[in-house]
């Protein structure tokens, strides 16, 4: 490992490296009053750069003496704990059977707005086939057009999140980051009243035992499981994912100390502030890309899932005018999982656009009193097989 | 909170002094670049920058509150539970309620179809005292178009609050309450849109009107990134003003032809219909929204008001609480009402769609008596003559 990787300062990489040190292996056997001398620094600063170094040097080091690098995990090893995760589901089954089964956690998802719809169908269907609830990451960028419905899947999904693991749920709650000001307070509690009726319906149906698994959840004790944060300009953005971590970690589940309570962060709508304060665009990809990082770096220490939603906006490509989501190419990179929800004919569809383990595919979903649902025709055509 | 200064973020001395010598006085600044840019213009480890960072962030970072309080606060707090009703029932009822606080609600239509009788209607409504269904305060009218008519206004108020109206004082209490604003350039819009912001919170104003929005923007730019910026800055502008201080704000949005450049698809499905026989897509209608995508973001609410087959049609083509339904309306006197409460739900994209077909009825109203009188005036039915009876 080389002096310039070290996480220290400027002028001092320069004095060092100036001082004939370039490889840490030459720092190994100097004392810091010796480095101190010919830095010309204070001794409380070598000491400090020694001190970097060593640690870079373990880290080093371990990595050579393991067989297995550190920080690694083996392919079989990532396989069985995706499979343990769980998923959240859209309230729509054919949404969430494209998904493989729900949003997961520790993956980045970004929904354009025409995508929302996917995630809605029944909890009912969810809860059998437990498509999107897991525990694992997922970062996930959904973007779609005006009024298709991304709010509104924003708000399903935080309301999902909480049903009990009884019901095939994660128990979890959710964090809500709204930059527009379109989080509709009623509209959550609409959602939760009716997310609250499926689960009492399933119970009768499918368990004996009704009176053990009474449902004692209420919409008002759903609506205090959303932390909702109002962001009025992107340095509030940038600050509140900066904080998130802190937060995160204060908000910690009693019983299992690893895993935060908060299972899922929904960003309403990542762009707004994006697209209006910047002039310097290479400056807007860099903070950008900051933030996508520090949010995947929470989906995964936390193990929950973050939901990006996105504008759509339009683009010039081989002479022609199509809509495509905001922020631009190098963005595009930074979701691990891309929905885009458009309209096709009379339908709401939710197409997937990029997804590293997913085929792409689209489903229909409808939006409804009670939220984001299978669309309709679909129904039909389940009852009739 | 974005401009606190980090002079007053309590950091460790020594890296505050770093930080103002390189003359990164605000948390902006810090914020706006990268740890690795910091630690090269600050000269010091990244250990140091992060915990400058975090601290940064968690003052800056603004603090939560769960849904349950943010419910609890707005029904408390709010007369009618947050939402203000425009009399029209099955508008409201499927509004749930109204025009909601603290967000945007736009009326788009073509020319003459009754934007500014609606907000005329609105207008009066908000004046009225709170037991006649109004908010009873000050209402801001910018009126971009010069369409405002306070004899028509007077009229409304004659004809749907008669009780209110005939007294000469009432009438004049209510119509006293209407500030009419009529910038004449954007840049004049922008300074009284700044000088509301101070005066909204002392003045017992109540609901904003703009009309029209697209107007202001269309008259003086180009279409184009310059003009997304300009507009960018009014979108930010005119929800902050709304939300802090907690009213209905109703903007008017006009339509134009829809350019062969309009986009309406992604990418991929352009690319998935390649195999298949070429269906272009079938536009009913030529008209779309003026302002475009970006504006179409951010207001909350769009009411459609469009003309089909000779009837007028009111439609909540989007709305994070409504179904998409349709009323057909007509303009009477007495303003804007609905032919049935009853909506019919709309399918598909085409709640969005901005018919102007079929000559919707010209002269709506009986000349009577009171010389009510509409002319048709190059596509916009203008109402230019009334006998004001009832206020002598």
Redesign the interface.
């Known amino acids: 490992m080389e002096i310039w990787r070290l996480?220290?300062?400027?002028?001092?990489r320069g004095k060092l490296i100036s001082a004939g040190y370039t490889s840490l292996s030459s720092l190994s056997s100097i004392s810091s009053s010796d480095l101190a001398r010919e830095l010309k620094v204070s001794e409380s600063e070598a000491m400090?750069i020694l001190k970097?170094a060593s640690h870079s040097r373990g880290s080093e080091t371990s990595n050579a003496s393991c067989s297995i690098v550190e920080g690694a995990q083996s392919a079989w090893d990532m396989l069985h704990d995706e499979e343990s995760l769980m998923h959240i589901t859209t309230s729509s089954a054919d949404l969430d059977n494209i998904l493989g089964g729900g949003i997961h956690c520790k993956e980045v998802t970004e929904i354009g707005w025409?995508s929302l719809s996917l995630i809605v169908n029944s909890v009912l269907k969810y809860k059998l086939t437990t498509a999107f609830g897991s525990e694992s990451i997922i970062f996930m960028l959904i973007g779609g057009?005006?009024?298709i419905g991304k709010?509104?899947l924003g708000i399903q999904i935080a309301v999902n999140v909480q049903i009990p693991n009884d019901f095939g749920g994660l128990g979890g709650k959710a964090?809500?980051i709204d930059t527009?000001?379109?989080?509709?307070?009623?509209?959550?509690?609409?959602i939760a009243e009716a997310c609250i009726e499926d689960m009492s319906e399933y119970n009768r149906f499918l368990r004996k035992d009704f009176q053990e698994c009474k449902i004692k959840m209420l919409p008002?004790d759903i609506?205090?499981?959303?932390?909702?944060?109002?962001?009025?300009?992107?340095?509030?953005q940038?600050?509140?994912?900066?904080?998130l971590?802190?937060?995160l970690s204060e908000h910690k589940d009693v019983d299992m100390s690893l895993w935060s309570q908060v299972k899922v962060i929904v960003v309403d709508?990542v762009t707004?502030?994006f697209?209006?304060d910047f002039d310097d665009m290479a400056?807007r990809t860099?903070?950008l890309s900051?933030m996508a990082l520090k949010l995947m770096n929470l989906a995964k220490r936390f193990s929950l899932a973050v939901i990006l939603l996105n504008?759509?906006?339009?683009?010039?490509?081989e002479a022609?005018?199509?809509?495509?989501l905001a922020l631009g190419d190098s963005w595009s990179h930074t979701c691990t999982n891309r929905i885009?929800l458009?309209?096709?004919?009379?339908?709401r569809y939710a197409?997937i656009?990029k997804s590293p383990s997913l085929r792409?595919a689209s489903a229909a979903y409808s939006v409804?009193?009670r939220g984001i649902r299978n669309s309709s025709s679909s129904c039909k055509r389940i009852k009739m097989m | 909170m974005a401009n606190k200064l980090i002079s007053e973020i309590r950091l460790p001395k020594s890296i505050a002094n770093v930080f103002s010598a390189r003359n990164i006085s605000t948390a902006k600044d810090a914020l706006s670049l990268t740890e690795f840019e910091l630690m090269e213009l600050l000269d010091v480890g990244l250990t140091e920058v992060r915990s400058a960072l975090s601290q940064i962030s968690e003052i800056v970072a603004p603090p939560y509150q769960t849904a349950l309080s943010l419910m609890e606060q707005r029904f408390q707090n709010e007369h009618l539970g947050g939402h203000f009703p425009t009399g029209l029932k099955g508008l409201d009822a499927a509004l749930c309620g109204g025009i909601p606080f603290g967000v945007l609600t736009e009326l788009v239509g073509p020319a003459g179809i009754g934007k500014t009788q609606f907000c005329l209607k609105l207008s009066l409504l908000a004046s009225l005292p709170t037991n006649y269904g109004g908010l009873d305060g000050r209402v801001i009218y910018i009126d971009v178009e010069s369409k405002f008519s306070s004899r028509r206004l007077l009229e409304i108020g004659l004809r749907s609050f008669p009780e209110i109206f005939q007294m000469k004082e009432m009438a004049q209490e209510m119509a006293g309450r209407i500030l009419v604003l009529r910038p004449t350039s954007l840049a004049e819009f922008t300074q009284s849109l700044e000088q509301i912001k101070v005066s909204l919170l002392q003045n017992q104003v109540k609901m904003l009107v703009i009309d029209s929005m697209a107007a202001l923007v269309s008259g003086e730019h180009e279409q184009g990134a310059r003009r997304q910026q300009t507009l960018s800055w009014h979108i930010s502008f005119i929800k902050s003003l709304a939300e802090f201080s907690r009213i209905p704000v109703v903007v008017t949005n006009q339509v134009r032809s829809r350019n062969h450049d309009d986009a309406s698809r992604y990418s991929f499905q352009v690319q998935s219909r390649d195999g298949a026989i070429e269906t272009p897509m079938q536009y009913d209608s030529h008209l779309v929204a003026a302002l475009g995508i970006q504006w179409a973001h951010a207001v909350t609410t769009r009411l459609v008001l469009e003309a089909k087959s000779g009837e007028r049609f009111i439609k909540v083509a989007k709305s994070p609480i409504s179904p998409p339904l349709a009323f057909p309306f007509h303009i009477t006197s007495s303003g804007i009402s609905l032919l049935s409460d009853d909506g019919k739900e709309v399918m598909g994209p085409e709640i969005n769609a901005i018919h102007c077909q079929g000559s919707f009825p010209q002269t709506l109203l009986i000349v009577t008596g009171t010389c009510v009188a509409m002319a048709k005036n190059a596509g916009h039915n203008e109402i230019i003559n009334f006998g004001m009876e009832g206020l002598h």
């Open positions: 996480p220290i300062s400027a002028s001092q400090n970097v025409s057009v005006p009024g709010t509104q964090i809500y527009e000001g379109s989080f509709m307070v009623e509209r959550a509690f609409q008002q609506l205090e499981n959303i932390f909702y944060f109002r962001i009025c300009s992107y340095t509030e940038i600050a509140l994912i900066n904080y971590d802190k937060f709508s707004f502030h697209r209006q400056l860099r903070v900051g504008q759509v906006t339009t683009k010039h490509t022609s005018f199509q809509l495509a885009v458009y309209w096709n004919g009379n339908e197409y656009d792409s409804t009193a």
